[in-house]
Structures are given as structure tokens and as C-alpha cells.
């Protein structure tokens, strides 16, 4: 049936997912390995994501991988 409504996710709740149900990210410099090594996001694509929304969704999530994503985009916004 192709009548059936479907969701498709936005790329900052997709990367919020795949970050939720990821171990082991305790830190800035984990999370940038597993971003851009082990996903091979590309940094500056990265930079094009809305951090008003990972705001939003970051507390609902509440895993420091998340909130470790807002803190990187935060960051890296403030450098450039």
C-alpha cells in the first residue's frame, strides 16, 4: 500500500540517534573521532546542521553524546 504517511528524519535527529546509541563517547575528542573517522561526516557539512534544533532535542535524549554534539557545534561556532 503506497498510501501509507511515512517520517523522515532531519539530519541533526538522525545524528542524534546514531549518537544516543553510541558507547563510549565521553569526551570532545571521542566524539570527533567517531564523527569524522568512523562516520566520515564531513566537518564542514557538519557546520551547516541546525544547533538551534540539537538544543532542542539534546535535553530530551539526555546521553552525554548528545549533549557532547551541542558543546562541539557550540564551540566550533564561536572559533569561526
Known sequence: DHDSPFLIATQEKA?????????????????????FDDLRLDRDALHLFNQNDIGFLAPLYQK?????????????????
Do not use: H, M, N, P
Not at 545524528?15 to 564523527?35: N, P, V, W, Y
Not at 552525554?64 to 551541542?70: G, M, R
Open 15 to 35: 545524528l542524534c540517534d546514531k549518537l544516543s546509541k553510541q558507547g563510549g563517547l565521553a569526551s570532545i575528542k571521542l566524539l570527533e573521532t567517531f564523527l
Open 64 to 80: 552525554k553524546a548528545v549533549a557532547l554534539l551541542l558543546s562541539y557545534l557550540k564551540r566550533e561556532a564561536t572559533c569561526a
